[in-house]
């Protein structure tokens, strides 16, 4: 397990170790070795209202996005899935109502609560697709996992419930799914009945849809039918001998979820396991992992810390994405390398790109596509993007949600990734000291601690400094003065830092150097102009 420190975001060692220079692969293969397909120009697709997308798929001949909708004229949710071709055009779009649902609506009089529908995950078969989502009795208050198999134009082939699995199933959803040799992979959660406990779940999936297989990994060891403790698995990558699958657990029933990484071998025996929380009082959700092949890190996590998980109708209803969005890498090993976060932009989905790994969420509100130090997209209006797929120019589609007033419309588009056509970086060689803005430095090198000198607004009028140690170095480490100390952004700059490679205790001024910011002046201007800095007044 490994603790967070907030004062401690440790990045990988002698690699382009930004988010944005990440290459490594999101499935077995690695699309960035693959010859982009003849570039096709921008779009944008927009659905009707009170509907969105929770996942999507890049295919041969375009994309396959999937959600839910509100039943027109009437109470409940339907299964929604788009076709559409490489250049945004439909080619089709279908809603999905269970057999359950058809049959109550069928029923006269109504004789209870009638069942809802959702669609959360796309697998491609080699004639069409599995449609994979779940069903809610209201009656009961329990999801059972569904799945069409539909051919290429949408139409249902069949249909079966999951409900039904001995032993298992009487409540489950899954939300993510890869493919492997024999089938599918996809994980989620289960729970043997009604306000009892789940545990993170990973079934196993002929290319038909039937159950090959499934198996149950409760966080802590209990007894499911006695608590009312919740675990997931929101998200599912390979690894280099087996999978990693993510999400969150609760440890106790007072307590928020936690960040839940695992590592399962070929035989889906548990590997290694880390937990984590960013603060103690507020939940923390890892939405997806993505593979890699960076030296330092075999895969990254993102996810959301600060609000609550919403899906299905609860995200019809309150659609904006909020919280702090944190990336987080990890060997195959379990070792977590580093973690970042980004304020108030909470992240759901990572791709990788031809020029590396891209995350996507919302920022500020708003639909937001980018790096730890880039953005490559930012929606002018409430939105939210819950899904990345590879686009067919290089570039990623995202799918998600649009907001106008108070409803939100399943919505995707393209979205150019910066630096498509320029060469990955190199990585760092000797020793740099990068500013990367007025309060984040990036560092190369092996030094035995690194002092900061901030100064900052503390709010009195006066001005405020810090000249504090915040650790070594060893390799490469980004640094940000503002989350190292709690500073606000908006008031705080870096003025410089000192770096020691002595075993003694820091000591300020006497480091082997001094790094000033070469944007100071124009840093302090911008942050802190309206103080006067020479006198501290």
């Not at 929770?54 to 027109?72: A, I, K, T, W």
């Not at 601690?449 to 503390?458: A, E, H, M, Y």
Request: hydrophobic share 35%.
């Amino acid at each position: 397990m490994v603790g967070f420190d907030r004062r401690r975001f440790l990045t990988a060692t002698a690699s382009a170790a930004i988010l944005s220079s990440i290459t490594g692969s999101a499935m077995a293969r690695d699309p960035a070795k693959e010859t982009a397909d003849a570039p096709v120009s921008g779009w944008e697709y927009l659905t009707a209202p009170s509907s969105l997308y929770e996942n999507s798929l890049r295919v041969d001949d375009g994309y396959l996005l999937v959600g839910g909708s509100d039943v027109p004229d009437e109470f409940g949710t339907q299964g929604l899935a788009t076709k559409l071709a490489q250049t945004g055009e439909l080619e089709w779009e279908e809603t999905y109502r269970s057999t359950p649902q058809q049959e109550a609506r069928e029923m006269e009089p109504p004789t209870g609560p009638i069942p809802e529908d959702w669609l959360t995950l796309p697998l491609e078969t080699g004639d069409g697709f599995l449609l994979v989502g779940w069903t809610y009795f209201d009656g009961a208050a329990v999801y059972v996992t569904r799945i069409y198999d539909v051919d290429e134009d949408g139409a249902v082939q069949s249909e079966q419930s999951l409900g039904e699995l001995e032993d298992a199933s009487a409540f489950s959803y899954l939300r993510d799914g890869i493919e492997t040799e024999d089938g599918f992979l996809c994980c989620g959660a289960e729970s043997p009945g009604i306000m009892l406990g789940s545990a993170g779940w990973l079934v196993e999936l002929e290319g038909d849809g039937s159950v090959a297989g499934f198996t149950r990994y409760p966080a802590t060891e209990r007894d499911l039918e006695t608590t009312s403790r919740s675990d997931v698995f929101n998200a599912i990558a390979p690894a280099s001998d087996g999978y990693v699958v993510a999400g969150s657990y609760e440890p106790d029933s007072e307590a928020p979820p936690r960040g839940w990484v695992l590592g399962i071998g070929d035989d889906l025996n548990e590997r290694w396991d880390d937990r984590f929380a960013l603060e103690e009082d507020e939940p923390t959700l890892v939405y997806d992992v993505v593979q890699s092949d960076v030296e330092n890190y075999d895969f990254l996590v993102v996810g959301v810390s600060g609000a609550v998980d919403r899906f299905g109708r609860s995200a019809l209803r309150n659609p904006e994405g909020t919280g702090d969005g944190f990336v987080a890498a990890y060997t195959d090993d379990g070792t977590q390398q580093w973690l970042e976060t980004l304020e108030d932009t909470p992240l759901f989905c990572a791709q990788l790109t031809p020029s590396g790994v891209v995350a996507g969420g919302a920022r500020n509100g708003n639909g937001w596509v980018g790096t730890l130090d880039r953005t490559d997209f930012q929606a002018d209006q409430s939105s939210v993007v819950g899904s990345l797929s590879r686009g067919h120019d290089g570039g990623v589609v995202a799918a998600g949600r649009r907001v106008d007033g108070e409803q939100p419309a399943a919505w995707a588009r393209t979205v150019s990734v910066l630096g498509e056509d320029k060469p990955p970086k190199e990585p760092p060689k000797d020793e740099t000291i990068e500013y990367l803005d007025c309060q984040r430095v990036r560092v190369v090198g092996d030094y035995t601690d690194v002092i900061l000198n901030i100064t900052f607004d503390p709010g009195d009028g006066q001005v405020g400094t810090i000249s504090e140690p915040v650790g070594g170095v060893d390799g490469e480490r980004r640094i940000d003065a503002v989350a190292e100390f709690g500073l606000d952004p908006d008031n705080t700059v870096l003025a410089s830092v000192e770096l020691f490679t002595t075993e003694e205790p820091a000591t300020p001024g006497l480091g082997d150097e001094v790094v000033i910011n070469p944007d100071l002046e124009a840093c302090l201007q911008e942050q802190l102009g309206h103080l006067d800095i020479d006198s501290g007044e």
